[in-house]
């Protein structure tokens, strides 16, 4: 089945650094998104993507739909203590498709 | 803000027992799904619902598992012969469009522990 790769697994920062995640896959998604799950809760939608090559901004947060559709990034700046959890990158394949498929998730956390 | 809700939040139940999870979605929302996460792994389609029927299902969501929309406002997923392998946090999302925008609003889950 379609497997979406997320690196770093974890990340230690501190506050007021900028963080980069990447999100790749070995197959094609006509849709990318990011979603943060804070613990005991759902997932919520940060940044939806829907053109390769396309960039979004959310506030502090960028993200890129990689033009062969097989990756994207996330980028927050300055980061801030309730940036911390886990976060997700989600692709759909094709059009119609409702199945999101979610990555393997990256930890963040903040070291006071 | 308008958000799922989702009852109970947490269910400890014993192999081979049936176990039905509700979900109370978004008012104005059409299109239903669940979704699981065993604990420290990665979310996991299992069903999406629109008009009443189910519109697509992962190869998780065998015999055992069915959805139900009994009335106006709820949305439920019944697991009929628990199995230890189904303990997982259960997702329900909601969509006000189709879900091939992969926009979703999720509650905050059933925790499910088969002993």
């Known amino acids: 089945g379609q497997q979406l790769n997320q690196s770093p697994q974890s990340m230690f920062i501190q506050e007021g650094e900028d963080v980069s995640m990447n999100c790749t896959s070995s197959?094609?998604?006509?849709?990318w998104l990011w979603y943060k799950q804070d613990p005991g809760e759902g997932p919520v939608l940060l940044i939806a993507?829907?053109?390769?090559?396309e960039l979004t901004s959310n506030g502090r947060l960028t993200a890129q739909f990689g033009i062969t559709r097989k990756d994207s990034f996330l980028n927050i700046s300055a980061s801030i203590p309730s940036d911390v959890g886990i976060y997700f990158c989600a692709g759909l394949g094709n059009f119609g498709n409702e199945k999101l498929t979610f990555g393997t998730g990256t930890r963040l956390t903040i070291i006071p | 803000e308008p958000e799922v809700t989702q009852t109970p939040s947490h269910q400890v139940t014993q192999m081979g027992q049936e176990v039905i999870l509700r979900c109370v979605p978004i008012s104005n929302h059409l299109y239903f799904y669940w979704y699981r996460q065993i604990l420290g792994q990665k979310v996991e389609f299992l069903v999406s619902f629109y008009n009443n029927e189910i519109s697509e299902k992962s190869e998780i969501f065998d015999d055992q598992f069915s959805v139900e929309r009994p009335d106006g406002s709820n949305f439920t997923l019944k697991i009929r012969s628990t199995k230890l392998e189904d303990s997982a946090m259960y997702f329900c999302?909601?969509?006000?469009?189709?879900?091939?925008?992969?926009?979703?609003?999720f509650g905050e889950g059933s925790r499910l522990t088969v002993l």
């Open positions: 197959s094609i998604f006509n849709t």
């Open positions: 999302a909601s969509s006000s469009t189709s879900g091939a925008t992969g926009e979703l609003f």
């Open positions: 993507l829907y053109k390769a090559g």
